[in-house]
């Protein structure tokens, strides 16, 4: 349910005292409920029923929306994997149709159930992002209440943004996958009241204005840097992940109010105040050398492992021993001679025989230490070295470029907003000759910027809410579905001009486990997507 208590779990600095049963006199000292703060963050113990971040999260939840969006596969039945991303059907370049026997939609409701935690897909990010938002409450309930030492206000105040922060961010998760959920501010508690996905996202936007308006309002920059560099674990603090200033993590805000926003309303519903929304945010969002909000493995203080705990670990290898295999679809993707492509992927044929006529694949991914490729700076998807792999918890700058890409070629920028993608493929290497100022069409450059999303922004838990806006999820009859899709068949036979019809549901119904023990209070939204 959704009281919850997040307790923290991360090994060492992560400790409040106990580090699976800190109790609240423990966080009344400064270093208590500093050490509170951040290790009812980075944990991982989405893995043993407490929620927040860590292997559970990074591996399941973001699996969940890898699977929905046709970047991997998988055979395994834990989770009920194998079933999650099955297609309705697909039609074969012969015209061979192949059905599915248990359509996804009633696959998901079957396993919607008390006793099926295990194999229900709606479960683990309701669980984790209300265990979230629950200690952060907890952290507002008691930070006035602190004694500290020196610049009481800036100490108190960013650990306040800090804690709205996280709520928002936990809030955009929900709002942006249940067709319903509960707006809870109340510490270990809950309500009945159920609304909808466009409350949830509104009451995000809320909290991340409310974090922006007090980073805003802090003028101790120095006493602000060294809590914040107290409430991210020192081992996350590499690269991009290091302490942002007050600007950089308003700018972070900035991102996911526009992920908030373009994620939720199909491509189609989109109006032209829309996309000027999403410019002025993303003209306001994290900027190349900016610091953003990342997890880093490691093996001692292991918010995620090293070896299987983020989704591109769990792909990573011979596909026949591992948990996810890659997409052909995500492959396809690829413009010929990108460095990312030849970086990360070498062929390695894999026809699976046990369910799932699209999973079969030709392509492994890549672990670091097993390629001899160089290709120079090429981005580097999965490096199982312990402190190697990064996963971008919330924004990234190259999401806010493509996003503002988008918003630019969609209002008749289309060379400036070809500009961006060519900066997002600079960014990561993928050696790519530019595409700004070659004179492409409306429609050319749209196509450009949808593969571009798909590629320079894989395994990071947003390709599925494209997939959704863009309409692919949908049953064919509804305008869904996906032509020319490359199809390896079970037989070994590479298709290339395939029809998939996903039929996919679009927004999650609320999960038993919260409905059953909590039931809706009248005047309450339907819990059920009637999708």
């Known amino acids: 349910m959704t009281g919850i208590i997040a307790s923290t779990s991360c090994k060492k600095e992560l400790d409040v005292k106990n580090p699976n049963y800190p109790t609240i006199d423990q966080a009344k000292t400064e270093s208590g409920i500093i050490a509170l703060a951040s290790g009812s963050v980075y944990n991982n113990s989405a893995n043993n029923g407490a929620g927040g971040l860590g292997d559970g999260y990074f591996g399941t939840v973001i699996g969940y929306h890898e699977l929905l969006a046709d970047n991997i596969a998988s055979t395994i039945a834990n989770g009920n994997l194998n079933n999650v991303n099955v297609p309705d059907y697909v039609i074969l370049d012969d015209g061979t149709k192949i059905s599915n026997p248990s359509p996804q939609k009633m696959n998901l409701r079957i396993n919607n159930a008390r006793d ?300 400036l907003g070809l500009a961006s993608v060519d900066n997002v493929r600079n960014y990561q290497g993928a050696g790519l000759a530019p595409v700004s100022g070659t004179g492409l069409s409306l429609d050319a450059a749209k196509e450009e910027l949808r593969r571009e999303r798909r590629v320079a922004l894989v395994f990071r838990g947003t390709a599925y809410y494209d997939a959704r806006r863009w309409g692919v999820i949908y049953d064919i009859s509804q305008g869904g579905g996906r032509t020319n899709a490359v199809v390896l068949g079970t037989d070994g036979v590479l298709n290339t001009k395939a029809i998939i019809n996903y039929n996919f549901l679009d927004y999650w119904d609320v999960p038993a486990d919260e409905v059953v023990l909590n039931p809706p209070a009248p005047g309450s939204v339907p819990v059920k997507n009637p999708n």
């Open 116 to 415: 099926r935690i295990g194999t229900n897909m709606f479960y683990p990010e309701w669980q984790s992002m209300y265990a979230l938002n629950n200690a952060c409450n907890q952290l507002l309930d008691l930070v006035d209440g602190i004694s500290f030492s020196g610049d009481v206000d800036t100490k108190k105040n960013t650990i306040k943004a800090w804690a709205y922060w996280w709520k928002g961010f936990a809030y955009a998760r929900l709002g942006s996958v249940y067709y319903a959920g509960i707006i809870n501010n109340v510490t270990s508690s809950t309500n009945p009241n159920y609304v909808t996905s466009a409350a949830l996202i509104a009451e995000s936007n809320k909290n991340l204005q409310t974090a922006s308006a007090i980073l805003s309002s802090i003028n101790n920059t120095a006493t602000y840097m060294s809590i914040m560099g107290q409430l991210i674990p020192s081992f996350v603090q590499t690269g991009n992940g290091a302490v942002p200033t007050q600007q950089m993590f308003i700018r972070n805000i900035n991102t996911l109010e526009a992920r908030n926003l373009l994620a939720n309303i199909k491509l189609t519903d989109m109006t032209t105040a829309n996309w000027q929304t999403l410019l002025t945010l993303t003209s306001a969002g994290i900027g190349a050398n900016d610091n953003v909000f990342e997890a880093v493995s490691s093996d001692i203080n292991d918010i995620f492992n090293a070896n299987g705990g983020c989704v591109s670990s769990l792909t990573a290898g011979i596909p026949a021993t591992t948990l996810f295999t890659v997409s052909e679809r995500l492959i396809q993707e690829f413009t010929p001679g990108d460095l990312r492509f030849s970086k990360n992927f070498i062929q390695n044929e894999y026809l699976n025989q046990v369910g799932g006529f699209t999973f079969s694949t030709r392509w492994e991914l890549l672990n670091a230490g097993d390629t001899t490729v160089n290709n120079n700076n090429a981005i580097v998807f999965c490096d199982k070295t312990p402190g190697n792999q990064v996963v971008y918890i919330a924004g990234s700058y190259e999401e806010n470029e493509l996003m503002k890409a988008e918003a630019l070629i969609n209002t008749g920028k289309i060379d």
